[in-house]
Structure formats: structure tokens, C-alpha cells
T-cell receptor
Framework: ETGVTQSPTHLIKTRGQQVTLRCSSQ?????VSWYQQALGQGPQFIFQ???????GRGNFPPRFSGLQFPNYSSELNVNALELDDSALYLC??????????FGEGSRLTVL | EDKVVQSPLSLVVHEGDTVTLNCSYE??????LLWYKQEKKAPTFLFML????IEKKSGRLSSILDKKELFSILNITATQTGDSAVYLC????????????FGGGTRVLVKP
């Protein structure tokens, strides 16, 4: 148990739809990062939020967007879903330091 | 672009065997290398390595970093079925915040 919770755990969408994934960080952690993990691959960095501001972004198109709220929880939004967006989406929190605590992830299937 | 390559992709061993996992990397302004264990979903932290030649140990697991040759190894001795998992290697660059670049992982299956 890392104290990082994600919802929903599983969801199925169709191409073109939009999805919102949610993450509650470990208590007191002010930094949240999102990663995409396709089947059989390592996680890929999407972006990071620190004190409600985006603080770094990986090679993902603008249809991947996020938010961080004053309580440091976070959302990942993906618009115009594509089949290749099917993956496990991992949220990780930290206290501005370097050890990341990962949640259990949200598994998205796009049909 | 930062790059991490892990080998082998997968391996099958029997309980009691020793396994060695490899991780090579290319990163601009290296800060640290991390190892994670992923059994089902959430990767769990194993080691963070920042200095060459200093072995880190935790029970039957150990890891070492070679910053000159740009690689790290993770050893697991006296393997148990509970060691079955995907082992992920990641690197962090300076001024990159918590952004980690992960390798593709090594899947380890330990048979009784």
C-alpha cells in the first residue's frame, strides 16, 4: 500500500471518446506524475504536476491533458481516444523528492 | 533522447537459483538509476543508485551501478516463487524533476 489511489481501476471506451482518470496522492505529497504503460512495455512519462502547475511533459500529444487540485489530487484527461491509447495509466506521487510512490493504475481499453 | 535497455527480456529459473538482470542506459546529465519490481500493477521501489561501485543490498537482492560503462545489474540470490515479477530499470536526469525514463523490463518467472 503506497497511499496513492486511482480510479477507475478498469474502463472501456470507444475510439473518439474522451476519458478522465483520477488520482489521490499520498498525504502531504505535492508532486504528481502520470505514466502510460502499454502491454509488455515499461512506463512512459506523460507529465508531472507540482503545486497545481505542469512541471514537465513527455512526448504525448496535446489531447493528453491534466490538472492538479489544491489538495494535490490530480486528473488525466484524454480526448479523441485512439486504439493505441489502450494501456495501464499509472499515477505516482512524491514530496518534491525523488522516490515515487505508484498507485495501482487505471487500465483503459479502447475499442 | 534518454534511453534505457534491459536484458534479458524474460527468464525462467527454479527456486534457489541466482538471477542477474542487466540495465544499460544513455542519459544526458545522469542523476540516478532506480530499480522497481512490478508484480501486478503498481511498481514498487527497490533501489536508487547514484554512485559507481557501491553495492546496495536488501535481503536477497543487490544492485550495483557502473557510471563509466553506463550500466547496472540487479542480482537476486536464492530465488523464491514470490520473486516472480517484472523488474523495471529507470534513469533520472538532472533538472528533470521526477521524470523517469524506463526500460522495457525483464520478466522473471521462478518455478517451484
Amino acid at each position: 500500500e503506497t497511499g496513492v489511489t486511482q480510479s477507475p481501476t478498469h474502463l472501456i471506451k470507444t475510439r473518439g471518446q474522451q476519458v478522465t482518470l483520477r488520482c489521490s496522492s499520498q498525504s502531504g505529497h505535492n508532486t504528481v506524475s502520470w505514466y502510460q504503460q502499454a502491454l509488455g512495455q515499461g512506463p512512459q512519462f506523460i507529465f508531472q504536476y507540482y503545486r497545481e502547475e505542469e512541471n514537465g511533459r513527455g512526448n504525448f500529444p496535446p489531447r493528453f491533458s491534466g490538472l492538479q487540485f489544491p489538495n494535490y489530487s490530480s486528473e488525466l484527461n484524454v480526448n479523441a481516444l485512439e486504439l493505441d491509447d489502450s494501456a495501464l495509466y499509472l499515477c505516482a506521487s512524491s514530496l518534491g523528492g525523488r522516490e515515487l510512490f505508484f498507485g495501482e493504475g487505471s487500465r483503459l481499453t479502447v475499442l | 533522447e534518454d534511453k534505457v535497455v534491459q536484458s534479458p527480456l524474460s527468464l525462467v529459473v527454479h527456486e534457489g537459483d541466482t538471477v542477474t538482470l542487466n540495465c544499460s542506459y544513455e542519459v544526458t546529465n545522469f542523476r540516478s538509476l532506480l530499480w522497481y519490481k512490478q508484480e501486478k500493477k503498481a511498481p514498487t521501489f527497490l533501489f536508487m543508485l547514484t554512485s559507481s561501485g557501491i553495492e546496495k543490498k536488501s535481503g536477497r537482492l543487490s544492485s550495483i551501478l557502473d557510471k563509466k560503462e553506463l550500466f547496472s545489474i540487479l542480482n537476486i540470490t536464492a530465488t523464491q516463487t514470490g520473486d516472480s515479477a517484472v523488474y523495471l530499470c529507470a534513469v533520472e536526469a538532472l533538472a528533470a524533476g521526477n521524470k523517469l525514463t524506463f526500460g522495457g523490463g525483464t520478466r522473471v518467472l521462478v518455478k517451484p
